[in-house]
Structures are given as structure tokens and as C-alpha cells.
């Protein structure tokens, strides 16, 4: 059973840091491409980052020169370094990989 563990959430205050991390089971991990999503209260689900298999990687414009997402192929995880952080970015991030498996999601608390 494919499982997207997520990890690094927290409560911080605005300004601060997180990296959040997310352990993925599939053996072929190192050719996916894994996203960062979100999940604000009453909001939609929307994209923060996705980085290819080969490494590219693409931004929400919200999140641009705020967030590193990133990948260690042999530990077959996805992480999402966060800096600068401020009250609109609480909520519920979760990973997802390229063959639609989900995460449980991590909350991310962010005061002012």
C-alpha cells in the first residue's frame, strides 16, 4: 500500500521557520514528481510548490523566494522548507506524488 507520510508541522510566529518533510513507500519515488499542497480553513485545497523527478521546480506565486521544496531520492522523501512565514500561510499541507496518493496532512499554525 502506497503511504505519503507527512511530518514537521507546527505552531510559530510569523516571521519564523518550518520545514516540513513527507516519507513516500513507492520504490519508484526518484522518477515522480511530488507536490506541496494546502489547505486553508473554508478554502479550497490549493498548490505551493512540485518538483520533477529530474529536480525542476515550479512555485505558487504566494509562496515565491518564501519556500524551497526539495527531494532526497534515496531516502525517498520530499521537503518543504519554509521561511518567512506569516498568518495567511496556516493550514493543512499535505504531499501528494504524480499517481494521485495523498498524504494525511500536517498543520501549520502560523500567529501574528
Known amino acids: 500500500q502506497v503511504q505519503l507520510v507527512e511530518s514537521g508541522g507546527g505552531l510559530v510566529q510569523a516571521g519564523g521557520s518550518l520545514r516540513l518533510s513527507c516519507a513516500a513507500s513507492?520504490?519508484?519515488?526518484?522518477?515522480?514528481?511530488m507536490s506541496w499542497y494546502r489547505q486553508a480553513p473554508g478554502k479550497q485545497r490549493e498548490l505551493v510548490a512540485r518538483?520533477?523527478?529530474?529536480?525542476?521546480?515550479n512555485y505558487a506565486d504566494f509562496v515565491k523566494g518564501r519556500f524551497t521544496i526539495s527531494r532526497d531520492n534515496a531516502k525517498k522523501t520530499v521537503y518543504l522548507q519554509m521561511n518567512s512565514l506569516k498568518p495567511e500561510d496556516t493550514g493543512v499541507y499535505y504531499c501528494?506524488?504524480?499517481?494521485?496518493?495523498w498524504g494525511q496532512g500536517t498543520q501549520v499554525t502560523v500567529s501574528s
Open positions: 513507492r520504490n519508484i519515488f526518484s522518477i515522480l514528481a
Open positions: 518538483i520533477t523527478g529530474g529536480g525542476s521546480t
Open positions: 501528494s506524488d504524480s499517481r494521485g496518493s
